[in-house]
Each structure stands twice: as C-alpha cells, then as structure tokens.
C-alpha cells in the first residue's frame, strides 16, 4: 500500500531550528497536497502547514514567519523547515499526503518534537 514515513524530530532549546521530513512510498501515482499536522497532550490535532501539486501553500497563522514547507517530488518527499522555535511549538508532528487523484489519504508515524530550555 501506501507508506510514510517521518524523520527529523528531536529536543531543542528555544529559538533553535529543526527539519522535518517524510517520505512516501507504495502505490502511488499522484501525490497531490502534502501537508504536516502537530498534536499536543490534550489538544486536538491541528494543521501546521500544506503544499499543494500545483505549489500553493496554507499555514496557520502561528507560524508563519518561522515555519517554511516545501516538497521534493521526484522523492515524494515533504519538508517543513522549523525556524524560531517556542515551547507552545511542542508537539507530536504527522505528515499527510492525499495521492492518486486525491483519492487516497495517509498518515506518517509522527515525530515527536520538544522545545525546552
């Protein structure tokens, strides 16, 4: 089937950087909109940023500035450079892809990432 899977995540100190990334694999096709979601204890999961086939990009308002999506798609790979990072950042991160024609929808592992001094 479809595979993603997730690396990047990590512990750092407020205003320091990360990168996240997520590679697809399996049946695909298409990979249309790639995205990365983030949910922290108790919260419900919430989208960070998205990247649609054809290049247009959404991010929620707390990150923006700070956070820069992008994709590789001969690797069928998503990014999500983390810049500036505060402890509210804290949380599990998951990448999403829609592919075939936005047929099909999966979800990556998740990659945990800490912001704490």
């Known amino acids: 089937q479809v595979q993603l899977v997730e690396s990047g995540g990590g512990l750092v100190q407020p205003g320091g950087s990360l990168r996240l990334s997520c590679a697809a694999s399996?049946?695909?096709?298409?990979?249309?909109?790639m995205g990365w979601f983030r949910q922290a204890p108790g919260k419900q999961r919430e989208l960070v940023a998205i990247i649609t086939s054809g290049g247009s990009i959404t991010y929620r308002d707390s990150v923006k500035g700070r956070f820069t999506i992008s994709r590789d798609n001969a690797k069928k790979t998503v990014y999500l450079q983390m810049n500036s990072l505060k402890p509210e950042d804290t949380a599990v991160y998951y990448c999403?892809?829609?592919?075939?024609?936005?047929?099909?929808?999966?979800w990556g592992q998740g990659t945990q990432v800490t912001v704490s001094s």
């Open positions: 399996g049946s695909i096709f298409t990979v249309d909109d």
């Open positions: 999403n892809a829609r592919v075939n024609l936005r047929l099909q929808d999966y």
